[in-house]
């Protein structure tokens, strides 16, 4: 069966009218669903109440419910998201910042990269989530917290945004539209580890929007042992966002796990200042979130300023992100790995 959320409102209008109803009926819907949050068709007072009844029985409009909301001290919320489709879960989180907030969404259940550091891989891909399922966490943030607008959103929580390319696309577009939503490409951020072909389209398709990287290392032997389902080696990726740049003018965002012993020395500080040199580019040096399966480490908080200091004096425009909502497991893909085990 369709589901309303899987569809950009022109396809929704063709849908009505190939249904034997009214375009305009469709727009109404949108603006019930995406502008105040009605979760069901008999709220949609000026719809007919045979609309109503054929709407309900044949266009479902939520394919997702929130299972569970944990909310940490810092009062950022993780929302468990259960999919109807076969009662599978995925996170979204929701991070407040003054008056606004950072919304953080999933795009695949499970994740097929296995990055060694990470939860969402664990367990390998389970499927990639429909158009629908990826709206649906944004939408279920928007109807919590009607006062506090999403400024920012961004595609960094399970799974591996340009591996399910076409429902990122779509649902970008339907998050985009000016009678829903609203939330512009400007503000969105997705986070790839480097699907290089995916690079370059998404350049060309969504030009406004921004991209991050996850690095992590500065050797392809490194990376491959930190990313080991990562496709492309440095080189690749760098010629990949070279030519993004090219097309967007955008600075790219990389993102950098300091573990222990591992990528945090002087020595790597001096190849990553080399590689994020070659396309104009700012870091961010993330703090590692801890997990349950593998013995990383955060560096010290000296080790810490060591890194980043030396990539300042560099010239290379830096930011150290502290672990937010460390409390209630708001690494990707912990909380979903804790309610299935
Ligand atoms: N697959 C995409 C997007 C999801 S992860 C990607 O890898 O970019 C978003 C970011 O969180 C990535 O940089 C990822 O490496 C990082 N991350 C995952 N687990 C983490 C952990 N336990 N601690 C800190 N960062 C983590």
């Known amino acids: ?124 891909l389970e499927r990639n989530l429909t158009v629908g399922e990826i709206v649906e966490q944004v939408w279920h943030c928007s109807t919590a917290h009607t006062r506090r607008g999403i400024k920012n959103l961004v595609f960094m929580g399970m799974g591996e945004p340009f591996l399910n390319y076409d429902n990122l696309i779509k649902a970008i577009k339907i998050l985009n539209d000016e009678n829903g939503l609203k939330i512009g490409s400007r503000r969105m951020t997705i ?14 398709d969504v030009p406004q929007s921004n991209l991050a990287v996850s690095l992590h290392a500065t050797t392809d032997e490194l990376r491959k042992k930190l990313i080991p389902g990562c496709p492309s080696s440095i080189n690749a990726l760098l010629s990949a966002l070279s030519e993004y740049y090219r097309t967007t003018h955008r600075k790219i965002t990389y993102e950098y796990v300091l573990l222990k012993g591992i990528n945090d020395s002087l020595g790597h500080a001096a190849e990553l200042a080399k590689i994020i040199k070659k396309v104009p580019s700012k870091i961010n040096l993330i703090e590692y979130n801890k997990v349950d399966f593998n013995d990383y480490e955060s560096p010290d908080k000296k080790t810490t300023d060591n890194f980043s200091n030396f990539l300042i004096k560099k010239g290379i425009d830096v930011a150290v992100r502290r672990k937010k909502g460390d409390d209630i497991n708001a690494a990707c893909g912990q909380l979903r790995r804790k309610v299935r085990n």
């Open 191 to 204: 986070s790839t580890v480097g699907i290089v072909k995916r690079i370059v389209d998404f350049g060309n």
């Open 1 to 124: 069966m369709p589901c309303f959320t899987n569809y950009t409102l022109p396809e929704l209008e063709k849908w009505f009218v190939d249904n034997g109803m009214k375009k305009f009926r469709a727009r109404q819907v949108w603006e019930w669903f995406y502008l105040h949050g009605a979760d069901s068709y008999d709220k949609m007072s000026n719809l007919p109440k045979k609309t109503q009844e054929f709407l309900s029985e044949n266009l479902p409009l939520t394919q997702s419910f929130v299972d569970e909301i944990k909310i940490a001290g810092d009062d950022s919320e993780k929302r468990l998201v259960k999919l109807s489709k076969d009662n599978e879960f995925v996170e979204s989180v929701w991070i407040p910042m003054g008056s606004h907030a950072t919304v953080c969404v999933s795009t695949q259940v499970g994740c097929p990269i296995k990055c060694s550091f990470c939860a969402s891989g664990v367990d390998g």
